[in-house]
């Protein structure tokens, strides 16, 4: 019967996915302890922050498809795509800007930077790989949208 081949490619597609998914996420978070062992800039630190870079890369490859070109006269219910990123732009200028008035202010201790505040978070090793695989989810993440 044609219905049931079709049920179970979409079973065999879905468990497909499902250990991909969880392979992937044991490889990320190994990665992450690693990177959590690690000297920052020392070759160790380099060679795991490469291999997640190669994993995004290789998803990327995967999952390339060649982009279609639609009008925006054409797409129902878009408008310029300004209208959708603008509230982005600003919340990044704002934290910019927020940044380096931080920066240029005075002592760190009054007015910490972003990275003063991760590096003092970064002490804890389950800190620093939780950056990590928050850093290697973010990465898919983007991949998949």
């Known amino acids: 019967m044609p219905g049931n081949e079709t049920a179970g490619n979409e079973t065999t597609e879905w468990n497909h996915h499902r250990a991909t998914t969880t392979v992937g996420i044991a490889v990320a978070i190994g990665l992450s302890v690693w990177a959590a062992f690690t000297t920052p800039f020392t070759t160790s630190a380099d ?32 408008g310029h ?32 930077t972003v990275s003063s505040l991760y590096d003092s978070a970064t002490r804890w090793r389950p800190v620093i790989a939780a ?7 973010l990465g898919a993440a983007l991949v998949r949208s």
Not at 54 to 66: D, F, K, N, Y
Not at 83 to 110: C, H, K, Q, Y
Not at 131 to 137: A, K, N
């Open 47 to 78: 060679t795991v922050t490469a291999i997640g870079l190669g994993l995004v890369t290789i998803e990327v490859a995967a999952r390339w498809r060649r982009p279609v070109m639609v009008h925006l006269a054409s797409a129902p219910g878009r």
């Open 81 to 112: 795509p300004g209208r959708r990123w603008w509230p982005w732009a600003a919340l990044g200028a704002a934290l910019l800007a927020v940044e380096l008035l931080n920066l240029f202010l005075g002592p760190r201790i009054d007015h910490p």
């Open 131 to 137: 950056c990590f695989f928050g850093w290697l989810c």
